[in-house]
């Protein structure tokens, strides 16, 4: 039981979700995983990744679910980060991970994997990894339409997730 606790302590703070390697640094084995899923404790999301069975969704579930599917080092990015924070209209089944490693493992068809190194430094919105939301708008550029970008940026704005300045340049590189 003290085992399943440290699981529960660690996913009670990521979206419910607890990883392999998270939980065999606990202690926690592979086959214990394996029981704890056959007992309905966890479930299992995909190579390596655990959801415990009783957990309260969120709205943010499904972008955790899928920069921890895409592994370490993952991050959400470009018109994902602007749907987390429904700032603009975007393609809600798509969700878009940026990674600085090749990825290997299948993944859900709904994520896309873009395979970059991070620009600038990280940001952490509602405990997830993701890019800053002033780089995602101007990542967006060219793939969605100014103005859904420039209405994302004012309410960014208004919202506290952008500078006065960073709004400033998004508004002066969306009317070029």
């Known amino acids: 039981m003290a085992h399943f606790d440290d699981i529960y302590e660690i996913a009670a703070d990521n979206y419910g979700l607890v990883s392999a390697k998270e939980a065999g640094s606990v202690g926690v084995t592979t086959a214990e995983l394996s029981r704890y899923v056959r007992e309905g404790r966890l479930g299992r999301i995909g190579h390596g990744l655990y959801r415990l069975a009783r957990y309260t969704p969120t709205p943010y579930d499904s972008y955790a679910e899928a920069?921890?599917?895409?592994?370490?080092?993952?991050?959400l990015y470009?018109?994902?980060?602007?749907?987390?924070?429904?700032?603009?209209?975007?393609?809600?089944?798509?969700?878009?991970?940026?990674?600085?490693?090749?990825?290997?493992?299948?993944?859900?068809?709904?994520?896309?994997?873009?395979?970059?190194?991070?620009?600038?430094?990280?940001?952490?919105?509602?405990?997830?990894?993701?890019?800053?939301?002033?780089?995602?708008?101007?990542?967006?550029?060219?793939?969605?339409?100014?103005?859904?970008?420039?209405?994302?940026?004012?309410?960014?704005r208004r919202n506290g997730?952008?500078?006065?300045?960073?709004?400033?340049?998004?508004?002066?590189e969306l009317a070029r």
Do not use: W
């Open 78 to 156: 470009g018109e994902s980060v602007i749907a987390m924070h429904a700032l603009a209209p975007t393609n809600p089944k798509l969700i878009r991970v940026a990674t600085p490693k090749r990825v290997r493992r299948a993944l859900p068809d709904h994520i896309i994997v873009d395979q970059r190194a991070a620009d600038r430094p990280l940001k952490s919105y509602e405990g997830i990894p993701s890019q800053s939301v002033f780089e995602a708008i101007r990542s967006c550029k060219g793939q969605m339409m100014s103005e859904r970008l420039a209405e994302a940026a004012e309410k960014a």
């Open 161 to 172: 997730l952008i500078t006065k300045s960073q709004y400033d340049s998004l508004t002066e």
């Open 67 to 75: 920069v921890a599917l895409v592994g370490a080092g993952a991050y």
